[in-house]
């Protein structure tokens, strides 16, 4: 079974690849650098909320209420900037306080300034929840065994692996809030994702 490591890389190469570097002011290869970095830093975010008491129910409900991942078969329509206002609100609550932080580090990573670094954030973050839909829907995750928190946790290791030398302490520090960021309490998670569910309430992805 794909991985969404593979099955981004795939749906975000090509014509996307061109229209994504273009619109975000970088080349090809800094483009993809990016997604490289960007999947496990946002994968562990989500991952350390579903982790939170009721985090994982209030993805599942929101996934189940709003996304059944035709965000996928809309590739040209994330690349052109489609969702970029739902994917500025993801970002917002998977990444809390820590948000400025996490972007200069990605981009600092992948070569790239931050403001570039968010504009290709915001064409991830719902992109990872429409997959998500569809895994959860398709029973990706009975297979292997767990639910939604076993399939972000398998993923975000297998996408760390497969992004380059370096990048695991630099994820580990974005997500532990560090270097100059400050993460959202844990206490305000389950609030967080609650709300974040009625932000990606606008039609189904």
Known sequence: MSSIYD?????????????????????????????????????GALSRNAAQPGGEDAILAALDRDHDGSILDDIGGVAGGKYDGDGDAILGHMLGGNRANAESQMAQFAGMDRQSMQKLLMMLAPLILGWLAKRKGGGGGGGNGGGLGDILKREERDSRERGGGGLGDILTDILSGGAGGSAEPKSKMPGCMSLLGGLLGKGRR
């Open 7 to 43: 099955d981004l890389s795939a749906a975000l190469s090509g014509e996307p690849a061109q229209e994504i570097s273009k619109r975000i002011g970088v080349s090809e290869d800094q483009a993809a650098n990016g997604v490289k970095a960007a999947l496990p830093m946002l994968l």
